[in-house]
């Protein structure tokens, strides 16, 4: 079974420090992972995705396999970063199906 | 490019009352999925359809919830007949290929309270 835990559900930061969104996932293959971002009375839209090892909005997450862990950061958060964080899983065996961890919502303060 | 369209926005029914969810998705889109989304939760897939074939319905509650794609275009979901637990925002995506790094693009979803 697949499984993708997000373990803060509120994260609260000052505008201009680090920040990192913590996702551990399950799963027994080789896994795509991504984050999906929500901004406040817009749709979810897809922030980035591992295997294209890029930088979106100044976030970036790496895929470690050995800890199970796809992390979000973000050096110097701003305040329109302020939206819910998903963390998403596809695996080979379920085809194109997401697997969502219960998100993440942050908040960047002035 | 137009975005994935859904409609209602809101629906409010009494439990045992039946009701359907309507989704247009991306023009040329083949594949589209409904996702279950209850507050506090991550949005949780349902069913799949690629063209107008189901992909996948293993979490789809196949005694109340039904989902049809005619002509590989349109969706549209039902609840027959809606229990409390059903309230959650419903989410219609829709995608070029199978796979998900082709992307998938959200509806605004429809927000059902069951009272």
């Known amino acids: 079974a697949q499984r993708v835990t997000q373990p803060e559900k509120l994260l609260s930061v000052f505008k201009g420090a680090p920040v990192e969104l913590k996702c551990n996932y399950s799963y027994s293959g080789s896994p795509e992972l991504f984050w999906y971002v929500q901004y406040s009375r817009q749709r979810l839209q897809l922030l980035l995705r591992h295997i294209s090892r890029e930088s979106i909005k100044g976030f970036t997450a790496d895929l470690n396999k050995g800890e199970t862990s796809f992390h979000l950061k973000k050096p110097f958060a701003q305040e329109e970063d302020s939206a819910m964080y998903y963390c998403?899983?596809?695996?080979?065996?379920?085809?194109?199906?997401?697997?969502f961890g219960e998100g993440t919502q942050l908040t960047v303060n002035p | 490019e137009a975005g994935v369209a859904q409609s209602p926005r809101y629906k409010i029914i009494e439990k045992r009352q039946s009701v359907a969810f309507w989704c247009n998705p991306i023009s040329g889109h083949a594949t589209l999925y409904w996702y279950q989304q209850i507050l506090g939760q991550g949005p949780k897939l349902l069913i799949q359809f690629q063209n107008n074939g189901v992909v996948d319905d293993s979490q789809l509650p196949k005694d109340r919830f039904s989902a049809e794609r005619l002509k590989g275009v349109d969706s549209t979901l039902k609840i027959q007949p809606a229990k409390l637990e059903d309230s959650a925002v419903y989410l219609c995506a829709s995608s070029l290929n199978r796979g998900p790094w082709a992307g998938y693009t959200f509806g605004s979803g429809t927000r059902l309270t069951v009272v």
């Open positions: 998403a899983l596809s695996g080979e065996t379920s085809g194109s199906r997401l697997t």
